[in-house]
């Protein structure tokens, strides 16, 4: 067999490195191109699955409270596992980013590796619990009538936790590598499927509550499918995977775990501090003043997807320049999208509160629910003001994810949600009088006040990358 010369291995060698970076040419670009590129396909992903999850909720409304309430008994549950997932997806992308930046494609491959299998393993602990456990579960909860409906949606679910956790992980690492436009189409092709299967199942086939959950189930993995796809049979992805003869790396695991880790407490966090609001909202406003904060808080959810969306682009494009050590370069990515996003959240922040009365009324058609317009229509116009400083905090937790810095990024977002809005949601609403609407103003003056934090700590620590060591 005739060997290739140097000069045809060289060319062969450049092919290959031409296929392989292509996928990441725009991560190690230019920043603010970058921040661009990665964060728009995502907004348009996560718009589709906020809808599905508005749709989702329309649907079963239909089929009565007790159908609401057994869906809501898995909820926290099945936000458990996403957030798990999701915080796997965001460690392992942050690290295989940083590796890219390195120019070290072992280690991204070995990282993905490591991150496909962690998210199985944690996905099938959560199957066995809740196909075994479940009906002891909700029945200890106290689902009463409803705990046999939960069991059924819950079993149903689990069985496809598998394809959950695959999907946030696989979609991750397509973003890690500058994939955008891939990850964007799996999340939006799982929401869309959803939307459009709901109400068959439900209604058309007559199966109700379950119906809901196989549709879930469904469209979870026809994603997770055109995942595997990609990463596993196409293969022309940058990173490769290889499982003869792996082991699994304590120092990859810690790496990948420093951050996710710390991204799904973050998710438990504001969790809590819903919670927490609950708790004093009813103290001060009732039950009507829970359903106003309920309503409200999806337009809020909905007005900061574009920063959601910014946040995933610079996740990878400040790991990237972590990576090569392009101090600067990650100081531009983070800024620009710092300036984005402000820009954003004050133009939606204008807007809602222009829009406030006819927003109010789209959730307040019932006739029962007409007494809580004018509470809704104030929320809106309050808490529309923490709008243009969310992007202060919520992209300052990104760098540091970025950056593998997830401690930091869990305490800035610590430090907004439990120790500062929650505490001063009940200090104006009871010790300064204010009821309800002091919790409104609480919440905002613990975001903005917390992002400050968040943006001020995030330059110190930039300041200090930019800045050369001193040689000893």
């Keep these: ?57 329309l649907w079963v409304s239909g089929l009565g409270p007790d159908a609401l309430a057994a869906v809501g008994f ?40 490591h991150s496909i299998l962690l998210s199985l393993i944690i996905a099938i602990v959560f199957t066995i619990i809740f196909l075994i456990f479940a009906y002891d579960i909700f029945s200890l909860l106290g689902a009463g009538r409803t705990t046999a409906t939960a069991t059924l949606y819950a079993r149903i679910i689990a069985l496809g936790t598998t394809a959950v956790f695959f999907s946030f992980v696989a979609n991750a690492i397509l973003r890690a590598e500058g994939d955008a436009k891939r990850a964007m189409f799996a999340m939006a092709l799982g929401g869309i499927l959803n939307i459009i299967l709901d109400p068959i199942f439900i209604y058309t086939f007559g199966l109700g509550v379950p119906g809901a959950a196989w549709a879930t189930v469904l469209s979870m993995s026809v994603s997770s499918l055109l995942l595997f796809y990609w990463l596993f049979l196409k293969k022309d992805t940058y990173v490769t995977f290889h499982f003869r003869g792996f082991h699994f790396q304590k120092k990859i695991i810690k790496d990948i775990l420093g951050v996710g880790l710390p991204a799904s407490v973050q998710q438990f966090s504001m969790s809590i501090m819903m919670l927490l609001i609950n708790v004093i909202l009813v103290s001060v406003g009732g039950t009507d003043g829970v359903a106003v904060f309920s309503a409200g808080w999806r337009v809020a959810t909905i007005a900061t997807l574009p920063l959601l969306g910014i946040a995933t682009g610079v996740v990878s494009v400040t790991g990237a320049a972590y990576g090569t050590r392009e101090y600067p370069k990650l100081n531009t990515a983070y800024m620009y999208a710092i300036k984005i996003g402000f820009v954003i959240g004050l133009t939606l922040a204008i807007a809602t509160f222009v829009l406030a009365p006819l927003i109010s009324a789209a959730f307040t058609q019932a006739e029962a629910s007409t007494r809580i317009a004018d509470d809704l229509t104030a929320f809106i116009r309050i808490i529309c003001i923490f709008y243009p400083g969310t992007a202060f905090g919520m992209l300052s937790s990104a760098m540091f994810q970025g950056t593998g810095k997830g401690i930091n990024a869990l305490i800035v977002t610590i430090i907004r949600t439990i120790i500062l809005a929650t505490p001063l949601a009940w200090l104006f609403s009871t010790i300064l009088f204010l009821d309800i609407t002091g919790v409104w103003w609480g919440i905002v003056a613990g975001n903005l006040t917390g992002s400050f934090i968040a943006f001020t700590w995030a330059k110190i620590y930039i300041r200090k990358l930019l800045v050369p060591k001193k040689l000893t």
């Excluded at 990441?24 to 970058?34: Q, Y």
């Excluded at 798990?84 to 940083?98: E, N, P, Q």
């Design 1 to 57: 067999m005739k060997e290739k010369s140097s000069e045809e291995e060289s060319d062969s060698f450049e092919t290959v490195v031409d296929r392989e970076t292509k996928g990441i040419k725009t991560l190690l670009g230019d920043p603010k191109k970058a921040i661009i590129k990665l964060s728009v396909p995502m907004i348009f992903a996560m718009t589709v699955q906020t809808l599905y999850n508005l749709i989702d909720v």
């Design 74 to 113: 898995v909820f926290p549950f099945f936000f458990m596992a996403l957030a798990l997932s999701t915080g796997l997806g965001i460690g392992g992308g942050s690290a295989i980013s940083r590796r890219i930046g390195a120019k070290d494609k072992d280690g991204a491959d070995s990282i993905a590796v």
